[in-house]
């Protein structure tokens, strides 16, 4: 129930373009899934995070898309920019939930996404 | 505040010795977690303390790995004796709950272990 699960594993886009990345997850408890943002010998650092009581949250080029009744949310870069290359990983956790048995305030994290912006 | 320091940045050892890993937190911040990172495995939550008090461990490969905070601003994760297949970035991350704001978890530059 602890598990993210994030697709695709890698993505290739054209500057410009639209990059999609979508995760699922199973424990209903969480209630915060913020994306983080790695670039190679860098820790991974927060880009942005949503709340369950909104469907989207936009920053700039980036968007968070959340579907409660799926269970999913996803990243979407617009205007993909060659800078933008880096690892993405989304997570979930539980900040202000009760804990039940199996659940933790910690992050768990989704298995990355590889994103290659061409120039 | 400089951020989560963590020491050292490299660390090339044998198989079979004795590896410290060092991790400063952000001042202030009430939880410290520990992940592994791997090609294959990804980043991997191995232990979390909160206010200096291991709360899930479940996460350590096995007894070889421990993890101490003797204090708010310190923690050390220790692998004996290690061996080839612990090679990986061990990266420390510390977190303040802020509640409606989320709980934005803070990376350090990770430590990059090759055990030989």
């Known amino acids: 129930q602890q598990q993210v699960k994030q697709s695709p594993q890698s993505l290739i886009v054209q500057k410009g373009g639209i990059s999609i990345i979508n995760c699922a997850y199973e424990?209903?408890?969480?209630?915060?899934f913020p994306w983080y943002q790695q670039f190679p010998g860098k820790g991974p650092a927060l880009l942005i995070a949503?709340?369950?009581?909104?469907s989207e949250k936009k920053e700039g080029r980036f968007t968070i898309s959340f579907n409660k009744s799926a269970k999913q949310f996803s990243l979407h870069i617009m205007d993909s920019q060659p800078g933008d290359s880096a690892t993405y990983f989304c997570?979930?956790?539980?900040?202000?939930?009760?804990?039940?048995?199996?659940?933790?305030?910690?992050?768990?994290f989704g298995s990355g996404t590889q994103l290659t912006v061409l120039p | 505040d400089a951020g989560v320091i963590q020491s050292p940045r490299h660390e090339v050892t044998e198989m079979g010795q004795e590896v410290t890993l060092r991790c400063k937190p952000i001042?202030?911040?009430?939880?410290l977690f520990w992940y592994r990172q791997t090609m294959m495995r990804g980043l991997e939550l191995l232990i979390y303390?909160?206010?200096?008090?291991?709360?899930?461990d479940s996460g350590m490969p096995e007894d070889r790995f421990s993890a101490k905070m003797p204090n708010a601003s310190f923690s050390t994760l220790k692998i004996q004796p290690s061996e080839p297949r612990d090679s990986a970035v061990y990266f420390c991350?510390?977190?303040?709950?802020?509640?409606?704001?989320?709980?934005?978890?803070?990376f350090g530059q990770g430590t990059r272990l090759t055990v030989v």
């Open positions: 424990n209903t408890a969480f209630d915060y």
């Open positions: 001042s202030g911040h009430d939880y």
């Open positions: 997570a979930a956790s539980i900040v202000d939930g009760v804990l039940s048995s199996g659940s933790a305030r910690q992050l768990t």
């Open positions: 303390f909160n206010n200096n008090v291991p709360i899930d």
């Open positions: 949503i709340r369950p009581d909104v």
């Open positions: 991350a510390s977190s303040l709950l802020l509640g409606i704001q989320g709980a934005e978890a803070f």
